[in-house]
């Protein structure tokens, strides 16, 4: 398979063809893609009120390949009931998870009893009738309560709140399994967890950082601002041990010049170990200082901790930082020169930040890079973690978390007159260790794929099978549907956003809060996730609770409850009326006063940790594929990288040569987790030597459960395998 040289263009223009037939055509894709409701793929903030393919900045047509293969999802045909009947549990488990993608839409609740070959379709009022007749036997301190970036503020909203009357803390989000080392390390610098910029920032920024991460296929809008800087004479320099060939060069089909002759983006692009960006992000910092490009008027004013880092960079020697971060010291000194002769610079960032057990640390040290140029608290310039889902940071904004604010915690309680749980919750992570202990009885989920987002598959797998109720709420089958099965699970089918009865809302990763209209339902059967968690609140926690639950399923009722329980979501209690979208109040600092106790900004001392692996280990990346959102798979050949399947492991040529291996050879990788047997070679020049790439989630059985002290987000990221031969290269085996 050919390896494309630039990103987007004709290829992406081929795919939205072949996605309007998957959905009907290119007219009933078209409605549903511009109707009145924010985009069902990344967090950077399309639709709304001003109509789908509209950025915030109101710049039309904004869409890209996830946008179509969401929505071209949720537009497949219903699974038919005699799906059931002919394909068991263990044929659901040799499906790919492309394949469960593709079987259509779920429209009727589906029960699984330990002991059962096959789910069985059931009726809404059995479903609902076992949900909540467990749910009341069971104390609440043995449910965990969880929810995906798909869902509405309203849905996760009501959900936190039933879980915390019925008396438990543990309500927990997708983020802390992705973003979470942000939100932490943002908080410890800013006093906010989120971005400081809007979007318009990045179109007058002048530069701008991208770290970790790959726009080109995960966050393909973000890269019209790219484009735009780049043709203002901005530069952009790239930080990734993979050089991604959308971040070399882009050709977006929204724009004709670019579409014909493609647009450059890296001005530099720097080529890190796998954990080494805390002592790149450190050597830029010390080189900075070195040459005296920093703004001391500003560390001295508005930051906390400047003579304490300076102290630690003069400290560092230049041996240590370049053996840490692979990066030879001309390379640093090239990075600092063109930050230093930048005006307005945007530091934005992806999991290939936060996937590593200091990724809080390397949060701050971009902090940290940021401030001491005041490159923070003022227009234009500013700190962006590029958020993966749609209302990923919208329903950690509304409280689902272990821990909430105090100021939530007490206008809960005082809002609705209700005493809270202050036991403290549990993380993803521990929640899944507690239930491998026995510890946990029920886990309740709230859209996405708690399996397939999980570090070490095996335990995973285990650990929700001890659970005694597992409840699902999706619209379409995914890995944790057939691996993932407690003594008694439970599938409940959702509308899709577009097709709720009530309008919702999403918060983009700029702290923009869009208004979703809805729209009628595709298929009967589906039910709104509001209107399933009132009604199980209803039944389980009735009407000795100070809140009407059937009120609570209008969803203004909600807002208006958000409105008066959420600091800086204020306008939400009239955007029925208003229709005004809005940015979340105290999160972006256009002034150099910060949501820290003394207003001011706090600088972060580290430790650089020493690259991992002996000889003959690689430092193994978990990567999504171009056909790919999270843990969805929509297509199982990688057209950016060349790749075709997912059973892959891409070497540089170097490592395969000291490892004596050829393209296409079949090896097993191990890690101290676990085993992945039958994986084919692929030569990949792009990858820094003496690192290798894999495919998420199917290489989550290797990814060890240690996770960053602070945030509690695994290391996907960093990864310690070692490669042998595999027995299906044998002519013995060939001959079978």
């Not at 969880?146 to 909203?157: D, I």
């Not at 944790?480 to 089918?493: K, S």
């Not at 191990?670 to 003496?690: D, H, K, M, Q, Y």
Request: glycine letters at 8%; one cysteine or more; proline letters at 5%.
């Amino acid at each position: 398979m050919a390896r494309m040289t630039r990103g987007g263009g004709w290829p992406a223009v081929g795919y939205a063809w072949s996605k309007a037939r998957e959905a009907g055509g290119i007219v009933p894709l078209y409605k549903a893609l511009r109707s009145k409701n924010a985009c069902k793929s990344c967090a950077l903030g399309m639709g709304g009120q001003s109509g789908g393919m509209v950025n915030e900045a109101g710049h039309f047509p904004q869409v890209c390949k996830k946008s179509m293969q969401a929505m071209a999802g949720d537009m497949q045909a219903p699974i038919p009931a005699e799906f059931w009947r002919q394909h068991s549990i263990t044929e659901l488990q040799a499906l790919t998870p492309s394949t469960l993608e593709r079987c259509g839409r779920l429209v009727e609740p589906l029960l699984y009893r330990r002991g059962q070959s096959h789910y069985t379709p059931i009726d809404w009022t059995e479903a609902h009738d076992r949900i909540a007749t467990t749910l009341k036997a069971t104390p609440a301190e043995q449910s965990f309560w969880y929810a995906s970036g798909r869902s509405s503020n309203e849905a996760a909203f009501l959900l936190h709140l039933f879980a915390r009357i019925y008396g438990t803390n543990t309500v927990n989000n997708v983020s802390y399994y992705c973003h979470n080392a942000s939100s932490v390390g943002l908080a410890s610098v800013t006093g906010s967890g989120t971005a400081t910029i809007v979007l318009d920032d990045i179109e007058h920024a002048d530069m701008v950082f991208v770290i970790g991460g790959n726009p080109a296929s995960n966050h393909p809008r973000l890269m019209h601002s790219l484009i735009h800087l780049r043709r203002r004479g901005g530069r952009v320099i790239v930080i990734n041990p993979v050089v991604e060939v959308g971040l070399v060069n882009f050709s977006s089909p929204a724009d004709v010049r670019s579409l014909l002759f493609g647009s450059e983006i890296a001005n530099l692009y720097v080529q890190p170990h796998i954990g080494g960006d805390l002592a790149l992000l450190t050597g830029v910092a010390k080189q900075i200082d070195k040459i005296g490009a920093i703004d001391l008027e500003f560390l001295q004013q508005h930051c906390t901790g400047w003579t304490e880092l300076a102290t630690r960079l003069r400290g560092l020697t230049w041996e240590e930082i370049c053996a840490k971060s692979g990066v030879d010291r001309n390379e640093i000194d090239t990075i600092a020169e063109m930050y230093a002769n930048s005006r307005n610079v945007v530091f934005a960032w992806t999991m290939g930040i936060t996937h590593h057990t200091h990724g809080v640390d390397n949060v701050q040290a971009i902090a940290n890079l940021a401030l001491m140029r005041g490159m923070v608290g003022r227009p234009h310039a500013g700190l962006l973690p590029i958020r993966g889902h749609s209302n990923v940071q919208g329903i950690g904004s509304v409280g689902v978390t272990p821990k909430l604010k105090d100021a939530v915690f007490e206008r809960l309680q005082s809002h609705f007159g209700i005493r809270l749980p202050t036991t403290p919750g549990l993380d993803t992570m521990a929640a899944m260790e507690a239930a491998a202990d026995g510890r946990l009885s029920v886990a309740f989920c709230l859209g996405g794929n708690l399996f397939g987002s999980n570090p070490d598959a095996t335990f995973a797998r285990e650990a929700l099978s001890r659970l005694q109720l597992l409840v699902y709420i999706n619209t379409k089958l995914n890995t944790g549907h057939a691996h993932a099965l407690a003594a008694e699970t439970i599938i409940l089918p959702s509308l899709a956003r577009d097709e709720e009865p009530q309008a919702t809302t999403q918060e983009s990763m700029f702290n923009y809060i869009r208004l979703s209209d809805g729209g009628p339902p595709r298929h009967p059967g589906p039910r709104s996730e509001v209107e399933m968690i009132a009604q199980l609140a209803d039944a389980v926690i009735g009407p000795a609770a100070p809140i009407n639950w059937q009120e609570m399923a209008q969803t203004r009722r909600i807002r208006e409850a958000i409105a008066a329980v959420v600091p800086g979501f204020e306008e939400i209690g009239q955007i029925d009326e208003t229709k005004q979208e809005f940015h979340v109040s105290g999160r972006v600092f256009h002034a150099a006063r910060f949501a820290t106790s003394d207003g001011r900004a706090n600088l972060h001392v580290h430790t650089l940790p020493p690259l991992q692996g002996a000889e003959g280990t690689l430092r193994l990346m978990t990567v999504r594929s171009e056909g790919q959102f999270n843990t969805v798979v929509y297509e199982d050949d990688d057209i950016y990288r060349g790749v075709q399947g997912r059973d892959v492991i891409l070497l540089h040529p170097e490592d395969m040569a000291h490892q004596a291996l050829r393209a296409d050879q079949r090896v097993t990788v191990r890690s101290e987790t676990g085993t992945l047997a039958n994986i084919r070679v692929v030569p990949f020049a792009n990858i820094r030597a003496g690192n290798a790439l894999m495919y998420y989630p199917e290489a989550n059985v290797l990814v060890p459960r240690t996770t960053d002290p602070q945030s509690k987000t695994p290391a996907f990221k960093n990864v310690l395998v070692t490669l042998e031969p595999s027995i299906f290269n044998s002519p013995e085996y060939a001959q079978r």
